[in-house]
């Protein structure tokens, strides 16, 4: 990982130095490898303290995702690729909380839309119809 900026969306950009990264022992099974090696990783992101966001965008993130981000990666066997996945875990965790949904902008339904609605609605009652006994005699 460079000293370069951790893009998160078009508008925002994370330092590195803001991503706090622990890292200890994986759990599970493994033998002399994962009995010693620290490879498993914790990437913590302090929302409030974190001078990448705006006031508004550290609002929108701790009302859906809480104050403190999150992610672990323990998947791999190396430290520096868990380092990674953890990273990308925590900046897709960001990305979901900053995201504004697009209100939906009701529209009407076209006039060839209603017609097919219509037809389909007398093909289903022919059909119905059809299916009865015929009527006593």
Known sequence: MGR??????????????????????SSGPGGQHANKAETRVEAVFDVEASP???????????????????????DERSQARNRELAVERLVGKLAAALRLERRRVPTRPTGAARER???EKRRRAQLKRHRAPPPPD
């Open 52 to 74: 990448s966001l705006t006031p508004a965008q550290k609002r929108r993130v701790v009302s859906r995702a809480g104050p403190v981000l999150r992610a672990v990666a323990q």
């Open 117 to 119: 609605r219509l037809a």
């Open 4 to 25: 370069e900026s951790i893009r998160v969306t078009r508008s925002v950009s994370v330092d590195p130095d803001e991503i706090e990264l622990r890292v200890s022992r």
